[in-house]
């Protein structure tokens, strides 16, 4: 699997996600600076965290006028795979490639710890490695992840099977008490319509390995590597 990282001024999780893919592939991703206007061919694109232009305007509203997201959306447009992780999910929901907005987090705090996720659909290339209902720890670290669109959207989201993970309690309790950001109907994670882009706020890519203490991200990456080679 061939693989490219985005890179915006601000971005400060892209050595983490070159270090993901490359355990995962055994083969280097390439990284693209956001002024760059082509893309090398690649069956994955990743929009790393951070916080690019500083998250002036809002987050991600400055990075999704970047020239390489035109690329990014073109490429899309023909079913190549974006990931897009917190700072990332936000650019490519400014962008257009995924539906709603991310939010301040309700109590208007930065937010940084391990978050339980459930996840809700494995038809994808991202979540084939998981199993349906499957209960799985990422970490968080961000101020705006609140996600909202509104309530006929939440039902699309859900009917069609767009909702990648939810925030539960460890005993997959829908309580609300551990939703780290406030986001609607407790969504950590969205698919397009045709599943070949995903975003979500937790960071799969922070736990890859027994150093990190957690490698429920593993499956992820090994799962585009399965999907894409």
């Not at 710890?113 to 968080?140: C, M, W």
């Not at 990648?164 to 609300?176: H, L, M, N, P, T």
């Not at 736990?207 to 499956?219: E, L, M, W, Y």
Request: aromatic share 8%; net charge neutral.
């Amino acid at each position: 699997m061939k693989a490219a990282v985005i890179v915006f001024p601000g971005s400060n999780r892209e050595r983490d996600a070159v270090a993901a893919l490359e355990a995962a592939s055994g083969t280097k991703p390439h990284l693209v600076w956001h002024r760059d206007t082509e893309l090398p061919k690649v069956d994955l694109i990743l929009v790393p965290g951070g916080f690019s232009y500083g998250d002036y305007l809002r987050s991600g509203a400055m990075a999704a006028h970047s020239p390489i997201m035109r690329e990014v959306k073109a490429r899309a447009d023909q079913g190549v795979r974006v990931l897009g992780i917190c700072n990332g999910f936000q650019i490519i929901t400014e962008a257009g490639l995924l539906p709603g907005a991310l939010m301040r987090n309700a109590k208007l705090k930065f937010v940084c710890r391990t978050v339980h996720l459930r996840v809700e659909n494995t038809d994808s290339a991202f979540t084939a490695k998981y199993r349906k209902g499957q209960i799985v720890r990422y970490p968080v670290a961000h101020g705006d992840g609140n996600y909202w669109t509104d309530a006929e959207a939440v039902k699309r989201l859900d009917g069609e099977g767009q909702v990648a993970f939810r925030y539960v309690s460890d005993e997959s309790r829908d309580d609300g008490a551990w939703n780290p950001n406030g986001s609607l109907d407790d969504i950590a994670g969205i698919f397009n319509a045709k599943r070949t882009v995903l975003g979500l706020m937790p960071h799969p890519e922070d736990a890859v390995s027994a150093f990190h203490g957690n490698t429920d991200g593993k499956p992820l990456f090994d799962g585009l590597v399965e999907a894409l080679s």
